[in-house]
């Protein structure tokens, strides 16, 4: 599956954005689905996770609250709605699939990884 990070951009402190994932070459149905994120000089972190049905999501507690992950599989796409974004949020997204929604949080799990998308937040 190859997947299609978009949405990024320059957002206000306080501000929203939403990002989305396009799948391609294979349903995004047949994944679970994250978004992990790295900010300059800092290792890639997990952000939010949806099983494959959309019926378990996990977050970051850094997150939780402010941002929702969700998928719409006749789409072909997930998506991150992110609200109240601060300055912190700065980073490059990416939405990553695996073929278990088990222990979402740890990147290795996922095989399948898109390019990413810069989010700047100005404070």
């Known amino acids: 599956v190859q997947l299609q990070a978009s949405g990024g951009g320059l957002v206000q402190t306080g501000g929203s954005l939403r990002l989305s994932c396009a799948a391609s070459?294979?349903?995004?149905?047949?994944?679970?689905m994250a978004w992990f994120r790295q900010a300059p000089g800092k290792e890639r972190e997990f952000v939010a996770a949806?099983?494959?049905?959309?019926?378990?999501?996990y977050y970051a507690d850094s997150v939780k609250g402010r941002f929702t992950i969700s998928r719409d599989n006749a789409k072909n796409t997930v998506y991150l709605q992110m609200t109240s974004l601060k300055p912190e949020d700065t980073a490059v997204y990416y939405c990553?699939?695996?073929?278990?929604?088990?222990?979402?949080?740890?990147?290795?799990?996922?095989?399948?990884w898109g390019q990413g998308t810069l989010v700047t937040v100005s404070s």
């Open positions: 070459g294979r349903t995004v149905s047949s994944y679970a």
């Open positions: 949806i099983s494959r049905s959309g019926g378990s999501t």
């Open positions: 990553a699939a695996a073929s278990y929604y088990s222990d979402p949080t740890l990147s290795y799990k996922y095989s399948y």
